[in-house]
């Protein structure tokens, strides 16, 4: 029992002054996982955490309790890294990560965890590891994976273990990953390491552990620095065709896709590595993860990635904004995109700009004109108001203004009135009546109302003004007009989500900058 304990903990290494422990509510059914504190945990109680002994994990392994493992250790090193696959197809996820490592020779071993649905992937290290490069690793084996099975999802970055770069302060230990070889387990033949050549249990697990090959730390920075960059958003320009494998398949001839209040690209016969790069393009690093991580602060429930898209067995629904994007990817993939428009054509109107332009507006307002979607970035007093009130009359269609604040709403009332001549409706802040022509909406009221298409339909432009404030809308609002624009007053601000639903939804297609003067 000593060598296997010994094996065990060479092996499955952490922290040793904490560990987890399972815990289950028999009348309710609830179950997770909390530290092992003295005295039992407390919701206020004092944190004096029990370490990880022997006497720990012989308990664990007869199956007396079930112990979880916090792997990200002091110096933010670890000695493995953990990709965590749960949902039906959590064994094809994991079959998929599993090619990818053996792609690069590194030696990866299989686990049924605890629910017997879903799976972890360990990779072991000899040494201490820096956590940002087992990271690095991992991340890089799912992109490869997802190139492999387009249908494994960005989600699986967040089940990484260790699952940030740097130890939280504060106290924090970090997250955990279950411990395998739980003896009750074993016995139901979860737990336990499979063969991947049957997909049954290893039949000796201990024999199976004895045999396998660590990542030295010199080997594990090789791996990480060879990784190819993970590209999302306005990056993900490319399409990321798996290395892999031999097997290529081939994209239709030409793809469906619809164009409404979004793009939605027709799934059948899409090979993995395109449905793979497109949902990379409409995703984008969370800036907001990044910063809590930079301040040692825990990332608990923030994602590393915005996800931007929807999908079911059919479709891929996208904002449409990333229309230029996919055609792009579509064409790298050999094939053609077949759009259907299923927009409807707003009726014109009749609307006089009573102003003229000063040669920057008017440099902006021409830049905007040609395209469906633009986003203009000014800063305060260059005139956004009056930009986009120029562009409403050479539309001439009926246009939505949605603002975030009241004292916007009622500058965009007073600039609609003088310069083009109309009493606008407005939706929010106390109003409720629309006119159909030119109209203002409250962003926090489309955010909550759900009974809008109706009452929304008609309009052949948006303009959403301070649009880095978007993220608060729903992707889901019922517009598709033909035209977007959004304004606002510094690129700075275009960061995490913001970056990303500005230029997906607002603009992606046509940036123009003026000065104030």
Sequence with gaps: MQRKLALYRTLFAGRDDVHALRWENARTGKAGWLPAVQGGWRKHGPRNYLPL???????????????????????????????????????LDALAYLKAARAIDVSASL??????????????????VPASTARRIGAGLLREAMALRGELDLASYDRLFPSQDFLPSSGSIGNLIALPLQGECRKRGTTVFIELATLEPVEDQWAYLSTLDRVTPR?????????????????????WRAGSTRTDPPAPAVIRARLGASV?????????????????????????????????????????????????????????????????????????????????????????????????????????????????????????????????????VPTLIVCDRK???????????????????????????????????????????????????????????????????RSNAPFDNYRYAGGSGSRRRHTGATSLTTSSRCSAVQSATTSNK
Aim: proline residues 5%; contains cysteine; charged residues 25%.
């Design 53 to 91: 002994t022997d006497e720990v994990v012989a308990s664990h392994l007869t199956g007396d309790i079930h112990a979880g493992l916090y792997p990200l250790t002091s110096g933010d090193v670890c000695r493995l890294v953990v990709a965590d696959f749960d949902g039906q197809a959590a064994l």
């Design 111 to 128: 686990e049924v965890s605890r629910s017997g649905t879903g799976a972890h992937v360990w990779i072991f290290f000899s040494g201490n």
């Design 219 to 239: 080997r594990a920075e090789t791996l990480a620095t060879a990784m190819r960059p993970l590209r999302t958003g306005p990056g993900a320009q490319q399409l």
């Design 407 to 473: 004292p916007l709403l009622d500058q965009w009332r007073a600039q609609i009135q003088a310069l083009l001549g109309v009493k606008p409706g407005q939706l929010g802040a106390g109003r409720t009546r629309l006119s159909g022509i030119v109209d203002l909406a409250s962003l926090q009221t489309l955010a909550r109302r759900d009974d809008l298409a109706d009452s929304l339909t008609g309009y052949g432009m948006v303009v959403v003004d301070e649009c880095h404030h978007v993220p608060r809308w």
């Design 264 to 396: 939605a690209i027709e799934r059948v016969g899409l090979p993995p590595a395109l449905i793979a790069s497109i949902k990379h393009a409409a995703s984008l690093h969370d800036a907001e993860f990044y910063d809590r991580e930079r301040r040692r602060m825990s990332t608990w429930g923030v994602p590393r990635f915005i996800r931007a898209y929807s999908e079911d067995i059919d479709w891929l629904d996208l904002p449409r904004g990333l229309l230029e994007t996919v055609e792009k990817l579509v064409t790298d993939a050999g094939s053609k995109l077949d759009i259907s428009d299923d927009r409807p054509v707003a009726e014109e109107i009749e609307l006089t700009f009573a102003a003229d332009l000063r040669p920057a507006q008017q440099a902006a307002h021409d830049s905007l004109a040609k395209h469906e979607q633009g986003l203009l970035v000014a800063p305060p007093g260059a005139g956004k108001t009056v930009i986009a009130c120029s562009l409403i009359a050479q539309h001439n």
